[in-house]
Every structure is written in structure tokens, then in C-alpha cells.
């Protein structure tokens, strides 16, 4: 019997281990077509509302007729990432990007995986859960494309979940505190107020509010001439436009962001030093549009 216990203990390392040299892209190439991406976009929120998807958002990212962004979520997902409590709420908004060169449009989607490992604390103890969704969003686009291609680079899933860019750089749970207010509800006021104003150049895009845990997502569209998505995009690759819009979370009292330097970087994980070095400014850049939203 020990034996028999020893093997069993042997095998079930074996397989952790296993599972945690997977590879995962931070991309899924959908498909690509040949028409109006306004005509790709209602099919596929069609698609998603199928599949019980809520369409909390979409833009065109620097105000480009090229590119579009659809953001949206469901109440499971919703549900499972509030339950990891470091900001996995952050998690619970999915994306689409289409990217339209020449007369074709391409059409691609965060890997809900890829998300889920780097953010989300339970992602290991609930694999199943959201692998339904994960599941569920690539059947509501089976009218689109099955083709599901990776791209974008590859980490480990043991990579991804305590990911930073280099030695010295900010991790996940090395978030920008940009202010902190008495209640919730004052936070919830200001930023919403200072949206509505536009400020920094900015546009709201989606707002998710999680009711009664005092928790609040904004996606936000930066779209600043000279620092926003109209400088930066075109130097690390619109082809990763799924990425966007950026986020606040107000968690209780404290309104934070993930750092530039971590964001942009895990979903742009072959960016060289170089061009890296090129958008240089674009953190601080970044963050000081999110810090107006929140004065």
C-alpha cells in the first residue's frame, strides 16, 4: 500500500510539473476576412451574446477607422475573479481586436489563459471553470474563424505568473497607487466625473462595477495625440490591439493601475530592449493620465 501511495504521489508531481512547462501565448489569431469591420464586429457580438457574453465596450484605439476593440464579460467569469482578491478583477473583461490592413481585416483575442495565470490567484484550483470559458468565447466564434493560432510570443505558465520584464522591474503585485480616497463611493464619484470631463485626453470605454464588494473597473481609451495610443501602438505592434484599453481598479478606497513597465511588457513579451527603449516614456506617460482621472 505505501508503494502504491508513492507512485500515485510520484505520478500527480509528475503531471504538476508537466502542466507547469505549458506554453501559453498571450494571443489567438481568430481569423481573417475580407470585409467591412463593422460587419465582422455585429457578427461577433452576436456570437459572444450567444454564448451569454454582456458587450460592456468597443472603440476604435487612436481613433483609427483600422482598428477596433470589443470588451466584454459574463457573470461566471465575473464571479470567479473576484475571488482572487489582489486586484483579480482586472480579469474579468475579455477582448477582441480587429486590425484591418489593405482590404483584410484580421480578428484576434486575448488567451483567457494567459490572463488568467498572470492575474488571477485561484486560476490554478478553478482550471476547469475557466477553461468552460475559455471554451464557450471560442465556440461564440466559430462564424468568424476556428483556426485559434497563438501568436505574440511564449512563457511558461510557471513564467507567467510571477512574470516581470527584466531583473528589477515591476511585477503584478507591483501595482501604481494613484490615490486613495475616504469611501469608495467618493472615488467612484470622482473618476467617473473626471471621464465624463475627458480629462488627460482620455474616454471611458467600459465600467464594471462589482456591487457590494466595493470594487470597480474602467477600461480607458487613451487617446492623447502626442503620448497616447497614437504614439506608442505603432511602435510596439498593432497587431496586439486585443491588449487595450488600459485599466484603473478602485478597490475599496485606493485607486490603482498595473505599472506600464508590467503591462505593456506581458503583452508584448518579445519586445527587444531596444524598441522597449522606444516607448521609454510611455509608462510615466501613462500614469500620469490615470493619476488626472483620479483628482
Known amino acids: 500500500m505505501k508503494k502504491l501511495i508513492l507512485i500515485i504521489i510520484c505520478l ?60 466584454f464579460t459574463r457573470t461566471d467569469l465575473q464571479k470567479l475573479c473576484i475571488k482572487s482578491e489582489d486586484r483579480g478583477a482586472l480579469a ?26 498572470a492575474y488571477l490567484s485561484n486560476y490554478d484550483s478553478q482550471k476547469e471553470a475557466y477553461a468552460k470559458i475559455t471554451d464557450d468565447l471560442k465556440k461564440s466564434l466559430s462564424k468568424i474563424g476556428n483556426d485559434f493560432t497563438p501568436f505574440g510570443g511564449e512563457l ?54 462589482f456591487e457590494g464588494k466595493d470594487i470597480a473597473v474602467f477600461g ?33 478606497k485606493e485607486a490603482s493601475m498595473l505599472h506600464g513597465k508590467y503591462r505593456f511588457a506581458l503583452y508584448w513579451p518579445e519586445l527587444t530592449m531596444g524598441t522597449f527603449m522606444k516607448i521609454m516614456s510611455t509608462p510615466g506617460n501613462v500614469e500620469d493620465f490615470m493619476e488626472s482621472l483620479t483628482k
Open 92 to 117: 474579468s473583461v475579455l477582448k477582441i481586436g480587429l486590425v484591418k490592413k489593405a482590404n483584410e481585416v484580421t480578428i484576434s483575442m486575448v488567451n483567457p489563459d494567459y490572463m488568467f495565470c
Open 220 to 252: 480607458i481609451g487613451l487617446l492623447d495625440p502626442e503620448d497616447g495610443e497614437k504614439e506608442f501602438l505603432p511602435i510596439i505592434g498593432e497587431d496586439h490591439i486585443a491588449a487595450m484599453p488600459y485599466e484603473i481598479i478602485l478597490q475599496g
Open 156 to 209: 511558461k505558465v510557471n513564467a507567467i505568473k510571477k512574470y516581470h520584464y527584466k531583473m528589477m522591474m515591476p511585477y503584478f503585485n507591483d501595482p501604481v497607487e494613484l490615490n486613495q480616497f475616504s469611501t469608495f463611493e467618493e472615488g467612484l464619484a470622482t473618476i467617473r466625473k473626471n471621464l465624463k470631463e475627458e480629462k488627460g485626453n482620455t474616454k471611458l470605454i467600459y465600467e464594471q462595477i
Open 12 to 71: 500527480a508531481w509528475i503531471h504538476t510539473s508537466y502542466a507547469q512547462e505549458k506554453n501559453l501565448s498571450p494571443f489567438f489569431k481568430v481569423g481573417t476576412a475580407k470585409t467591412d469591420i463593422t460587419k465582422l464586429v455585429d457578427i461577433i457580438k452576436d456570437g459572444l451574446i450567444g454564448q451569454e457574453f454582456k458587450i460592456i465596450g468597443e472603440y476604435q484605439p487612436k481613433k483609427s477607422n483600422d482598428l477596433y476593440v470589443v470588451c
